[in-house]
């Protein structure tokens, strides 16, 4: 059974970081692309970033390009974004996927959700 479980959320002040963790069991971790989508309320899902199986291949959104970066660790089958210089547009729920090719909105593993709240 897969479980994907992340951790991290929480508020913080504009200009503040702060660092989401997902955990992913159950699968051949070192084999799958991890990443990160976001949605604000009455917006759609977005990609914010996505790592390849070998850590060699990254993508960003522009929205955070240059503020966030993503890591993955396969012995602890978990990957991180860490975020910084936090605005108040990056309120949202964040959702961590697993897929065996790359973040895909239709990808099949997906964590509950996280909140990220950013006050001004």
Known sequence: QVQVME???GS???GGN???SCTTTGLD???HAVGWFRQAP???RELISCITWSGHGTYYADSVKGRFSISRDNGKKTHY???NSLKPEDTAKYYCVADRN???DTSQYW???TQVTVSS
Do not use: H, N
């Open 42 to 44: 009455g917006k759609e």
């Open 18 to 20: 702060l660092t989401l």
């Open 111 to 113: 964590g509950q959700g």
């Open 12 to 14: 913080v002040q504009a």
């Open 81 to 83: 974004l860490q975020m």
């Open 29 to 31: 971790f070192d084999y």
């Open 102 to 104: 790359w973040c895909y």
């Open 7 to 9: 951790s991290g959320g």
